[in-house]
C-alpha cells in the first residue's frame, strides 16, 4: 500500500509519461508519414484498445522505473543528511516549559539550588495517556518567586527626570532570607510567559535600552543602580551537545524558541534580603496595550521541557542470510511512539552471559578501543538510515545494518541477538497536555513540591519532505562549510534554510523574513576587540555587521530578540582569534 504522497508522485510521473508519448508520437509521425502515419494520438486516442493497452502500459512500465529511481536518489540524500543533521529528518519533539515550586527545605544552607539537564518529568494527557519529558539545559532554582509585574512611571523612582518615561516594575517574594555572599553573584533566569508576539515585545523592550536599572532591598527607599548590561540574554548552547553540526544551534532556535524568551539577571550579593526585592527597568521601547497581560507574565524557576525519554527498543534476531533489521519501540503496540534515533546496541556472549557494547560505524574512529572479545565482537559495527519507501505503516521508519571491519568474518562470529536502546517521543499525544497540568518529577537528587505547564506542548512533523532534498544537501555542505571558515551567511541562504529547518506556519521564519524585508542595507566594518582569557588582554580582529533600517519607521517587531540570537550564535561557533558582532542602526 503506498501513502498520498506516494501516489501523487508516482501519477505525476505517469502522466507525464503519457503526454510526453503522445507529443514525440505526433512529432516522429510529422517527420517521417510514410513510417508512422497512426502515431498522432495527441489529439485523439486510438480506436484500438490494444493499442491504448500498449501505450498505457510502457507508461505505467517507465513511470514505476522512473519513480523507484527519485526514491532511491532522495534515500540517498536523506540518508547522507541524517549524518550531518538527523534533526532535519526526524519529528520535532514536542516542547514546553514548566513552572516549578521547590521544596523550601532544599535551601538549607544556600540561595540556588542546580536542576541538571535531561532530568526526567511525566505528565497526563486529556486521554490518560502518560507522556515523558526531560530538561534540556541544566537550570538554577531559588528561593523565592516573583510576586507581579507591571508597567509603571520611571520619573516616579528618578531624582531627576529621564528620557525613559516608563519601566518595569518586579516584585520579588523571599520565601526565606537572602544570604550575603561577597564576590559572589546570582544569575536569576527570568521566563517571559505570554502570547507568542506579546513575549516579542516585553523581550525587545528589555533590551532596547542601555540605561542602568535599580535593585530595591526589603523598605530601604535608597536604590542600588546596577549596570544594563547585568541583564542578558539566557542562552545556552553548550548544553545542546552538538558541536559537530554548526547549524544545529539555529534549528533549535527556530523550533524551540520558547527556550529562547529567558532573560539572565545577574546581581552581586554584597548585601542580605529578608523578605522581598524590586527591581526597576526602564525602556524606551513602544509597548501596545498590556492590560491583557495581567501581572504574572514574568516568572522564575521555570524550565524548557523536551518530549523525548530514553528506553529498550525490540530485541533483534541476527539471522544469515540479513544484514539489515526494522527497529521499532519496544511495547508500541497502539503505535504512539516514534522512535527518534538509535543510541547504542549491546549484545551477550551466549557462553558466559557478558555484555558487549557494539561500536557504531560513524564514531568508530572517536571511541576507544573495547577489550578483545573471543566472538570478535570488538569487529561488529553498525549503522541506522532512516528510510521514506512510502509504506503507509513504515514511512520513515529505521533500519539497523550490521556490518565487520574484518572481511573474511564468517557469521558463526556474529552475535545472535541484538539489544538496542534508543530515543523515542510521544509525538501527537504530548500535544494534549493542557496549559497547568501537573507534571510529576522523576529525580530523587532534587526536590520539587509540585510543577505545571505554562502552554500546550509543540510539536511538528520532520521539517524535509520526503521528495526533492538535493538542494537541501548542497546548501547545508556549503552553509556549514561557510560557517567553519568564518563566512559571513548570505541573506537570501540565510532565508532558505530557515526553511528547511521548519514547518509551514512557523513564527520565527516570519520574524526573520520580516526583518531582513525591512532592513536597507548590510554594512560591513572591519573592528577589533579587546577579550580578556587566562588573567591577559588579547586584542581581536573581527567583523562588525551593521543591518541598517530607515530611521522614520520603528524597527521591526523581534529585531533584539533576532540580534541577542546572531551574537550569541556567532561567538559560540567562532574561535578565540576571530569574532564576528551585530548591530542595527537607524539612517
Given at each position: ?7 501523487q ?18 512529432v516522429?509521425?510529422?517527420?517521417n ?9 495527441s489529439y ?12 498505457e ?12 529511481s527519485v ?11 541524517e ?5 532535519l ?14 521544596e ?8 540556588q ?7 526526567k518529568?511525566?505528565?497526563f ?8 519529558f ?15 509585574t507591571?508597567?509603571?512611571?520611571f ?5 531627576f ?9 518586579i ?27 506579546s513575549?516579542?515585545f516585553?523581550?525587545?523592550a528589555l ?19 546596577l549596570a544594563r548590561?547585568?541583564?542578558s ?7 545542546q ?20 524568551l ?11 534580603a ?18 491583557k ?22 530485541p ?10 526494522q ?5 508500541n ?13 549491546i ?7 557478558d ?27 553498525w549503522?541506522v538510515?532512516r ?7 513504515d514511512n ?8 565487520s571491519?574484518?572481511?573474511d568474518?564468517n ?13 523515542c ?14 507534571f ?5 537528587e ?23 532534498n ?11 562549510q ?6 559571513m551567511?548570505?541573506v ?9 529547518m ?11 523574513k520580516?526583518?531582513l ?10 573592528s577589533?576587540s ?15 555587521y ?6 522614520k ?35
Amino acid at each position: 500500500m503506498y501513502s498520498k504522497t506516494s501516489n501523487q508522485e508516482f501519477l505525476r510521473h505517469y502522466i507525464n509519461i503519457i503526454d510526453e508519448l503522445r507529443e514525440n508520437g505526433k512529432v516522429f509521425s510529422k517527420q517521417n508519414p510514410d513510417l508512422a502515419p497512426y502515431l498522432d494520438l495527441s489529439y485523439r486516442k486510438s480506436n484500438d484498445p490494444e493499442t491504448e493497452r500498449l501505450i498505457e502500459s510502457f507508461a505505467y512500465m517507465f513511470a514505476q522505473i522512473e519513480h523507484k529511481s527519485v526514491l532511491a536518489l532522495n534515500d540517498y540524500a536523506i540518508n547522507f543528511i541524517e549524518k550531518l543533521f538527523p534533526e532535519l529528518i526526524s519529528p520535532v519533539s514536542a516542547l514546553t516549559v514548566l513552572k516549578l515550586t521547590p521544596e523550601l527545605n532544599a535551601f538549607k544552607n544556600t540561595n540556588q539550588v542546580l536542576l541538571p539537564k535531561n532530568t526526567k518529568f511525566s505528565a497526563f494527557n486529556q486521554e490518560k495517556f502518560e507522556c515523558q519529558f526531560s530538561s534540556t539545559q541544566e537550570m538554577p532554582l531559588f528561593p523565592f518567586r516573583i510576586e507581579s509585574t507591571s508597567v509603571v512611571n520611571f520619573n516616579q523612582y528618578q531624582k531627576f527626570s529621564s528620557p525613559h518615561t516608563k519601566a518595569f516594575s518586579i516584585d520579588f517574594q523571599l520565601k526565606k532570607p537572602l544570604l550575603e555572599e561577597k564576590n559572589k553573584s546570582i544569575s536569576i533566569p527570568i521566563y517571559i510567559d505570554s502570547d507568542f508576539y506579546s513575549s516579542i515585545f516585553i523581550y525587545d523592550a528589555l533590551f532596547s535600552s542601555k540605561q542602568n536599572f535599580l535593585l530595591y532591598i526589603d523598605d530601604n527607599p535608597t536604590p542600588i543602580s546596577l549596570a544594563r548590561n547585568l541583564i542578558s540574554p539566557y542562552i545556552k548552547f553548550e548544553s545542546q551537545d552538538k558541536k559537530n553540526n554548526m547549524l544545529y544551534p539555529f534549528f533549535d532556535y527556530l523550533n524551540y524558541f520558547q527556550k529562547y524568551l529567558f532573560l539572565n539577571l545577574n546581581i552581586k550579593l554584597n548585601f542580605s534580603a529578608n523578605s522581598k526585592m524590586k527591581v526597576v527597568i526602564p525602556f524606551s521601547y513602544e509597548l501596545p496595550s498590556l492590560t491583557k497581560l495581567g501581572n504574572q507574565f514574568l516568572n522564575v524557576n521555570c524550565v524548557p521541557v523536551a518530549n523525548f525519554f530514553e528506553t529498550k527498543l525490540e530485541p533483534i534476531k541476527c539471522q544469515k542470510d540479513k544484514d539489515e533489521y526494522q527497529v521499532r519501540p519496544m511495547g508500541n503496540f497502539d503505535n504512539q511512539t516514534e522512535l527518534l534515533s538509535v543510541q547504542t546496541i549491546i549484545t551477550y556472549d551466549a557462553k558466559t552471559g557478558d555484555s558487549f557494547t557494539l561500536k557504531n560505524f560513524h564514531n568508530d574512529k572517536n571511541e576507544n578501543s573495547q577489550i578483545s572479545n573471543p566472538l570478535g565482537f570488538e569487529n561488529i559495527l553498525w549503522s541506522v538510515r532512516r528510510s521514506f519507501d512510502n509504506s503507509t505503516q513504515d514511512n520513515g521508519s529505521l533500519f539497523i545494518r550490521i556490518m565487520s571491519d574484518i572481511k573474511d568474518l564468517n557469521f558463526g562470529r556474529w552475535p545472535d541477538y541484538l539489544f538496542p536502546e534508543g530515543i523515542c517521543t510521544n509525538g501527537i499525544m504530548a500535544t494534549s497536555i493542557k496549559p497547568y497540568t501537573e507534571f510529576k518529577c522523576r529525580s530523587r537528587e532534587i526536590k520539587i513540591k509540585n510543577s505545571v505547564s505554562l502552554f500546550w506542548p509543540k510539536y511538528s512533523r520532520r521539517p524535509l519532505k520526503h521528495f526533492g532534498n538535493i538542494e537541501v544537501l548542497k546548501l547545508l555542505y556549503k552553509l556549514d562549510q561557510e560557517l567553519m571558515s568564518k563566512n559571513m551567511l548570505n541573506v537570501f541562504e540565510f532565508e532558505k534554510i530557515a526553511e528547511y529547518m521548519t514547518s509551514l506556519g512557523n513564527p520565527i521564519r516570519s520574524l526573520i523574513k520580516q526583518f531582513l524585508a525591512k532592513s536597507v542595507n548590510i554594512v560591513q566594518e572591519e573592528s577589533v576587540s579587546q577579550q580578556l582569557w587566562k588573567k591577559q588582554v588579547y586584542y581581536i580582529p573581527g567583523i562588525t555587521y551593521k543591518i541598517i533600517f530607515n530611521k522614520k519607521d520603528n524597527l521591526p517587531q523581534g529585531t533584539y530578540f533576532i540580534l541577542n540570537f546572531m551574537n550569541s550564535y556567532f561567538e559560540y561557533i567562532r574561535d578565540f582569534n576571530f569574532f564576528i558582532h551585530f548591530e542595527v542602526e537607524q539612517v
